[in-house]
């Protein structure tokens, strides 16, 4: 049976790069989601307990305990750290899966997606950090200033992998890239993070149903620090962790379209994908 093929580098709509995200989901979802999984496995997990052990130490919260307090605080900064690390594991697993699905026509090397991953590592987290001071920094200065550099950067991530970019490289393309095309680019990232956002709240939905009904009852209590101790029930914490896996899948089209949008812009300006079938035709 043949396999159907998607291809990326061709010009799209707002509503094609949505429906398009959908349908390589659908046709590669669990190929996709199991390859990130695999790559990303430990840094999911250590990222995951990390969150487990920052709540349960705001449990201690009310305490005037120093160490208690310096015990949450270091928490915090480990799940700090851990989610950085996942995040760059699953975003560099997720586009480096595209990226040999295209280079393989609808086939994928995971010995190579892995292999990419590790090698990018260090790279995808320069550029993660530059990018969060351009942003802090523009936010600061001016507050309309940020969705232009915010935006921009939104793409950086593409250009680091697709074109195989260093951490500054890609900064300093990001900005060049979205010239003439920038209320189109802004328009495609706010639409699908306003329907990321709200598919990804459904699955925060039982946690916060929960934690308004465990509050409400402590509340009554004559001990306030009861009020705390939600961070350290068990039934809380899983549905927490739903929330994360639900997030995590919801994430991927946010990812999808975004490599979409890139693909489309590189074919309006550079015509790549029109200029490799032409070639191909001679051969």
């Not at 997030?247 to 890139?262: A, G, Q, R």
Request: glycine share 8%; with cysteine; aromatic share 16%.
């Amino acid at each position: 049976m043949h396999k159907e093929y998607i291809e990326f580098k061709k010009e799209r709509d707002l509503g094609s790069i949505i429906s398009d995200a959908f349908k390589f989901i659908r046709l590669e979802g669990k190929q996709f989601f199991l390859t990130i999984l695999k790559i990303a496995a430990i840094p999911i997990v250590i990222a995951v307990a990390s969150m487990i052990f920052y709540m349960m130490s705001m449990a201690s919260m009310m305490s005037e305990d120093a160490s208690a307090i310096a015990g949450m605080m270091g928490a915090a900064f480990l799940m700090i750290i851990a989610y950085t690390v996942a995040y760059v594991f699953i975003n560099l697993a997720g586009m480096y899966y595209i990226k040999s699905y295209i280079d393989n026509k609808g086939h994928v090397n995971k010995e190579e997606i892995k292999e990419n991953t590790k090698a990018k590592f260090w790279s995808f987290t320069g550029f993660g950090f530059l990018a969060a001071l351009i942003i802090f920094a523009s936010a600061m200065l001016c507050f309309f200033p940020v969705f232009y550099t915010a935006t921009a950067l939104s793409l950086g991530a593409s250009i680091l992998v697709f074109e195989n970019e260093t951490a500054t490289e890609a900064i300093g393309k990001s900005f060049d890239f979205i010239k003439g095309v920038f209320w189109e680019t802004f328009g495609v990232i706010f639409v699908v993070g306003l329907l990321v956002g709200v598919l990804g709240y459904v699955f925060q939905i039982p946690a916060i149903i929960y934690q308004f009904a465990k509050m409400g009852i402590s509340i009554g209590s004559d001990d306030p620090s009861e009020i705390m101790n939600i961070y350290g029930d068990p039934i809380y914490l899983l549905l927490n962790l739903v929330a994360i896996v639900g997030n995590f899948l919801f994430y991927s089209i946010t990812l999808i379209t975004n490599v979409f949008l890139y693909f489309d812009i590189n074919e309006q300006k550079n015509l790549t994908g029109t200029i490799e079938k032409i070639d191909s035709l001679g051969q």
